[in-house]
T-cell receptor, first 114, second 112 residues
Framework: DADVTQTPRNRITKTGKRIMLECSQT?????MYWYRQDPGLGLRLIYY???????NKGEISDGYSVSRQAQAKFSLSLESAIPNQTALYFC?????????????FGPGTRLTVL | AQTVTQSQPEMSVQEAETVTLSCTYD???????LFWYKQPPSRQMILVIR??????QNATENRFSVNFQKAAKSFSLKISDSQLGDTAMYFC?????????FGTGTRLQVFP
């Protein structure tokens, strides 16, 4: 089984709908991250969490919110989806700070907002 | 600002040949890791290789090796004996305040 899983893998929704993307990990890592990938822009950090009680905004957090329900679970929500949130979303985990350890990625969720 | 630059949006190489992907970065950190990730058409992000900045020896993983030049802030990836399965997007990344900053990627196509 994969160490980092994301659900759903693909989702098509309409403008204005609320969407939740879920991430679970069995690696036992404390740190979890949500990234967004757009063509030509690489990966950009949306939110990150260093433990259950610690949530931090990344560079592009507007329009998104997160919940760290447990060490193993980190959800990303789009309260009112808009078309420019169409992208590939990745969850990642790491054990220590990423300056000293590797981030491990889930398989990604492709979200399309019509 | 902490930045990472991949100046080659696309590259191609023939099977069995060698190709080098470039990456430069800017950081005020002194002790850090650098990473290359591969994203094949399956879209999974896969760690290819990582380099510890305080080590002078360049990292090697099978056919993948890096040329790390700390003073020049350069971190290139060399793929030897290229295989069709190496076709993918390749991202350079480095850490800044416990977060990873990614380059915009290089799309590598390996031709038979």
């Amino acid at each position: 089984d994969a160490d980092v899983t994301q659900t759903p893998r693909n989702r098509i929704t309409k403008t204005g709908k609320r969407i939740m993307l879920e991430c679970s990990q069995t690696k036992g890592h404390d740190r979890m991250y949500w990234y967004r990938q757009d063509p030509g822009l690489g990966l950009r950090l949306i939110y990150y969490s260093f433990d259950v009680k610690d949530i931090n905004k990344g560079e592009i957090s507007d329009g998104y919110s997160v919940s760290r329900q447990a060490q193993a679970k980190f959800s990303l929500s789009l309260e009112s989806a808009i078309p420019n949130q169409t992208a590939l979303y990745f969850c990642a985990t790491s054990q220590l700070g990423s300056g000293t350890d590797t981030q491990y990625f889930g398989p990604g969720t492709r979200l399309t907002v019509l | 600002a902490q930045t990472v630059t991949q100046s080659q949006p696309e590259m191609s190489v023939q099977e069995a040949e060698t190709v080098t992907l470039s990456c430069t970065y800017d950081t005020s950190e002194n002790n850090y890791y650098l990473f290359w990730y591969k994203q094949p058409p399956s879209r999974q992000m896969i760690l290819v290789i990582r380099q510890e900045a305080y080590k002078q020896q360049n990292a090697t993983e099978n056919r993948f090796s890096v040329n790390f030049q700390k003073a020049a802030k350069s971190f290139s990836l060399k793929i030897s004996d290229s295989q069709l399965g190496d076709t993918a997007m390749y991202f350079c990344a480095f850490p800044y305040t416990d977060k990873l900053i990614f380059g915009t990627g290089t799309r590598l196509q390996v031709f038979p």
